[in-house]
């Protein structure tokens, strides 16, 4: 079992920044392969993927990023920490939604599917 809360969301401005947290227990990053991914939904329309992550180790095997996000959105990791990053800078209104982070904890190199989910934090871009 993967337990994940993320943080970190709130209201901006456009062309601020804010940077998302999502705690994970249950499985420590250091000893697992296992990918992070971001996702997010705004009112009315379906959830949508932002960026993911997956390592083994201290080797990572990629980053990928939505087209919307590509040069403004970060993801990373913190082995001792447990805990995944998304650092989100030049905001836009469009960037408004529900930001959920996922786990997944299949083995390969590759994506596997996300089995956990966190609850979702609230972020708010103002025009």
């Known amino acids: 079992q993967v337990q994940l809360v993320e943080s970190g969301g709130g209201l901006v401005q456009a062309g601020g920044s804010l940077r998302l947290s999502c705690a994970a227990s249950?499985?420590?990053?250091?000893?697992?392969?296992?990918?992070m991914g971001w996702f997010r939904q705004a009112p009315g329309k379906e959830r949508d993927f932002v960026a993911a992550t997956r390592w083994s180790g201290g080797r990572t095997y990629y980053a990928d990023y939505a087209d919307s996000v590509k040069g403004r959105f970060t993801i990373s990791r913190d082995a001792a920490k447990n805990t995944v990053y998304l650092q989100m800078n030049s905001l836009k209104p469009e960037d408004t939604a529900v930001y959920y982070c996922?786990?997944?904890?299949?083995?390969?190199?590759?994506?596997?599917?996300?089995?956990?989910w966190g609850q979702g934090t609230q972020v708010t871009v103002s025009s």
């Open positions: 996922a786990a997944d904890t299949s083995t390969g190199v590759g994506p596997g599917r996300y089995d956990y």
């Open positions: 249950g499985r420590p990053f250091s000893t697992y392969t296992m990918g």
